[in-house]
Nanobody, 119 residues
Framework: QVLLVESGGGLVQAGGSLRLSCTAS????????MGWFRQAPGKEREFVAA????????YYADSVKGRFTVSRDNAKNTAYLQMNSLKPEDTAIYYC????????????WGQGTQVTVSS
């Protein structure tokens, strides 16, 4: 079992920045491929970004490329999502998730953190 706890959400003006953190406990963090997802009101949950076990490979949704940066610190059991140039359409609950393989379903999810971008 892996417990994931997100933090760092909040209210920010358009053009601003936030950094989300996802701290894991329960298993060896470096064994897990980490992803970030978001869900806006009335919309489906969508993929935002992911980082592989070592942090050497990252993946992004087209909507956030060039604005968001995903990373991890295995010594701190923490994944990060640095969000710059935020837009009102980035408003959502952001979730981190973990899976053991490079493909397949994410097995573990955090409780989410709210990000609100005002125009």
């Amino acid at each position: 079992q892996v417990l994931l706890v997100e933090s760092g959400g909040g209210l920010v003006q358009a053009g601003g920045s936030l950094r989300l953190s996802c701290t894991a406990s329960g298993r060896t963090f470096s064994d897990y491929f980490m992803g970030w997802f978001r869900q806006a009101p009335g919309k489906e949950r969508e993929f935002v970004a992911a980082v592989n076990w070592s942090g050497g490979s990252t993946y992004y949704a087209d909507s956030v490329k060039g604005r968001f940066t995903v990373s991890r610190d295995n010594a701190k059991n923490t994944a990060y999502l640095q969000m710059n140039s935020l837009k009102p359409e980035d408003t959502a609950i952001y979730y981190c998730a973990a899976r053991s393989g490079g493909v397949g379903k994410y097995m573990y999810w955090g409780q989410g953190t709210q990000v609100t971008v005002s125009s």
